[in-house]
């Protein structure tokens, strides 16, 4: 099981209750599994040395 797998069902919730997500990951640790996360509803929005754009 990958994590990404493992954390998904959770993302799943908070999402439902939240409609706002700043997704923090500055050495582009998670950039492949967050290209793969396809949730009903959210779209991903990838902050890209201008946080001020976003």
Do not use: I, R
């Amino acid at each position: 099981m990958s994590l990404l797998t493992s954390v998904l069902p959770h993302l799943e919730e908070q999402f439902a209750h939240q409609c706002l997500v700043f997704w923090h990951d500055p050495d582009g640790d998670y950039a492949d599994e967050l290209a793969s996360v396809n949730l009903p509803g959210v779209t991903v929005s990838v902050v890209s040395n201008d946080e001020y754009a976003a």
